[in-house]
T-cell receptor
Framework: DTGVSQNPRHKITKRGQNVTFRCDPISEHNRLYWYRQTLGQGPEFLTYFQNEAQLEKSRLLSDRFSAERPKGSFSTLEIQRTEQGDSAMYLC?????????????FGPGTRLTVL | GQQLNQSPQSMFIQEGEDVSMNCTSSSIFNTWLWYKQDPGEGPVLLIALYKAGELTSNGRLTAQFGITRKDSFLNISASIPSDVGIYFCAGQMGAGGTSYGKLTFGQGTILTVHP
């Protein structure tokens, strides 16, 4: 399967713990995105990378959130000192950006539950 | 901030019926995309639109990019039970021949198909 993969698929943690999610994009894609989705809502943009450079971060991305894409391939999203409000589906997407053509393909997501 | 208004919020139809849903925005987008999401999974790209007025088909799906670049619609013809899911529109901005990164999503249309 050559689609976007995310691990783990589910994570249950206690409030105050740190969690880290991993995303492996489609191999030739130069852009990688993180979104967050809560029940009944569309995905909300968090941040994106072009190769290893983080080009944009949403105001939703508080100081407790950090994302990296160290070699321009896979990416990690870490949440420190988790809060119950962080419970959501975290989605990763990747794209091969060429001019305006920038179709984003999503992974299956990581469902985070903070108790 | 930017908002996409998607309607209707939900639809209950009989198998074989045609479906129409639309998305409007107060902002101009360079690209409109339509996604389908099944429960517990990431969104799957259905159709991407790049030119104002463009009409694009993908099997039983047809989508159009509004002339004002502020709206789009998606039609599904001869619905079948596997069309059940949540349909999202998403807009993407750009300038200088390049797309920006983030997608702005609508709230989704929940489609239920009765056999």
């Amino acid at each position: 399967d050559t689609g976007v993969s995310q691990n783990p698929r589910h994570k249950i943690t206690k409030r105050g713990q740190n969690v880290t999610f991993r995303c492996d994009p489609i191999s030739e894609h130069n852009r990688l995105y993180w979104y967050r989705q809560t029940l009944g809502q569309g995905p909300e943009f968090l941040t994106y990378f072009q190769n290893e450079a983080q080009l944009e971060k949403s105001r939703l991305l508080s100081d407790r959130f950090s994302a990296e894409r160290p070699k321009g391939s896979f990416s990690t999203l870490e949440i420190q000192r988790t809060e119950q409000g962080d419970s959501a589906m975290y989605l990763c997407a990747s794209s091969l950006q060429r001019g305006f053509y920038n179709e984003q393909f999503f992974g299956p997501g990581t469902r985070l539950t903070v108790l | 901030g930017q908002q996409l208004n998607q309607s209707p919020q939900s639809m209950f139809i009989q198998e074989g019926e045609d479906v129409s849903m639309n998305c409007t925005s107060s902002s101009i987008f360079n690209t409109w995309l339509w996604y389908k999401q099944d429960p517990g999974e990431g969104p799957v790209l259905l159709i991407a639109l790049y030119k104002a007025g463009e009409l694009t088909s993908n099997g039983r799906l047809t989508a159009q990019f509004g002339i004002t670049r502020k709206d789009s619609f998606l039609n599904i013809s001869a619905s079948i039970p596997s069309d059940v899911g949540i349909y999202f529109c998403a807009g993407q901005m750009g300038a200088g021949g390049t797309s920006y990164g983030k997608l702005t999503f609508g709230q989704g249309t929940i489609l239920t198909v009765h056999p």
